[in-house]
Each structure stands twice: as structure tokens, then as C-alpha cells.
């Protein structure tokens, strides 16, 4: 393995943070990265936004079906995608996922959680005053575990086939 697959494979899902506060630095650090991801024709649809406020973030949780534990987190991201944009659903899940990653390397814990299709998206979308023309791809709580679970992956035999997919 080498740095990079190290990040990549060390990265867990998080719901319980610590309090404590996460760096300006770091946040710059993986916002960039986030800015970073592959976009179609390099179009770079998103708007990416950082609420650290209690209320704030206190009002997202309430909002969301399976994200009440952001009411608990020092930082949330959000990734917003221009609807005008034919991949921007694509774009921005790239860049989150950049996003998730470069916070990971600074030892960052965070978790996706679902913004495209949720009923919540567009109240998200005013709560933080973004523009109409854009849509909520995803939410990413972030901050220092508190507690992590880790949930095994699947078998790689049971996701994967080469050149062409058989049954046995």
C-alpha cells in the first residue's frame, strides 16, 4: 500500500465526533481537494459551503431523515451542484468524495450523508441562502470521532469479475 490507498482504505463512516473545533487549514485543505475532483469538460458545477454556527447546524439535523447526529458535529460541509448541468450530479459526488478523502488525511473523520433526491434538499437550499440554481448533492458532518464502528466491507470475489460477469 502506499499513502494514498492508506487514506482511501482507512476511511470509515462517523457519526459521533468530539467537540473539539477542526482547523482553518485543514478545512482549506480539503475544500481544495474537494475543488480538486475530475468534472466533466471541466465545468465545475458545485458551491461548497462550511457551517461551523450550533443553530445552523442544529437546523440542518432537524431537517434531514438520517442526519440528526449533525447537530452534535464542530463542522458540516455541503456540496451543491448547478442543476443546469448535465453532470453535475456525477461532478459533485467526485468532489465530495475528494472532500471526504483530504479531510481523512488530516485525520478528519466524516460521513456522507444524502442531499440529491431528499425530500430535505431544497430547505437546505434556503436555510443557507444558495442561489436557485443550485441543488444539494450532499451533506458531510465532519470533526474528530468520538466512536467508530466499522461495518466489514464485502468479499472481493463477491464484487468483482473479470472481462466478462458469470455465474457459478
Not at 431523515?65 to 459533485?92: N, R, S, T
Not at 434556503?126 to 443550485?134: A, I, M, R, T
Amino acid at each position: 500500500m502506499n499513502v494514498i490507498t492508506t487514506v482511501i482504505k482507512s476511511r470509515h463512516s462517523v457519526r459521533k465526533f468530539k467537540s473539539d473545533p477542526v482547523g482553518d487549514l485543514v478545512i482549506a485543505d480539503a475544500l481544495e481537494c474537494a475543488a480538486c475532483a475530475p468534472t466533466a469538460m471541466n465545468i465545475q458545477p458545485w458551491l461548497f459551503g462550511v457551517m461551523k454556527d450550533k443553530m445552523t447546524l442544529s437546523k440542518i439535523a432537524e431537517l434531514t431523515d438520517h442526519g440528526k447526529f449533525i447537530a452534535e458535529c464542530p463542522l458540516c460541509f455541503a456540496v451543491f451542484g448547478e442543476k443546469k448541468q448535465k453532470y453535475y450530479l456525477e461532478d459533485c459526488c467526485a468532489a465530495t468524495e475528494n472532500l471526504i478523502l483530504g479531510l481523512q488525511a488530516h485525520g478528519v473523520s466524516s460521513c456522507w450523508v444524502a442531499g440529491e433526491k431528499k425530500p430535505y434538499a431544497e430547505a437546505v437550499r434556503k436555510l443557507l441562502g444558495v442561489p436557485e440554481g443550485y441543488t444539494l448533492v450532499s451533506l458531510v458532518p465532519a470533526g474528530s470521532p468520538g466512536e467508530i464502528s466499522i461495518t466489514p466491507k464485502k468479499e472481493m470475489k463477491m464484487i468483482t469479475f473479470s472481462d466478462e460477469f458469470k455465474t457459478e
